[in-house]
């Protein structure tokens, strides 16, 4: 079992082989970063609408409600 762990761990001793990763991980959260803002971003959107239809369900209420007690 260590000597598994052991081969699955490489520490490559010229340091120049981590550039490519170091690459690799900064674009991957710079697009981690602007799709959580999309997210946020979209998510803001839904919740106006829902605001939105809400306050037009409750005016309908209302109407009706005026209408009923008349």
């Given amino acids: 079992m ?22 690799e991980f900064a674009i991957f959260a710079v697009i ?12 803001k959107k839904q919740e106006e609408k829902t ?5 037009r369900v409750l005016r309908e209420r209302k109407i009706e409600q005026q209408k009923d007690q008349q």
């Avoid at 605001?51 to 306050?55: A, D, G, K, P």
């Fill in 51 to 55: 605001r939105e239809l809400e306050e």
């Fill in 2 to 23: 260590n000597a598994w762990i052991v081969n699955f761990l490489y520490f490559p001793d010229d340091k120049s082989a981590y550039i490519p990763a170091v690459i």
């Fill in 32 to 43: 981690c970063v602007l799709v959580f803002r999309w997210i946020v971003r979209h998510s």
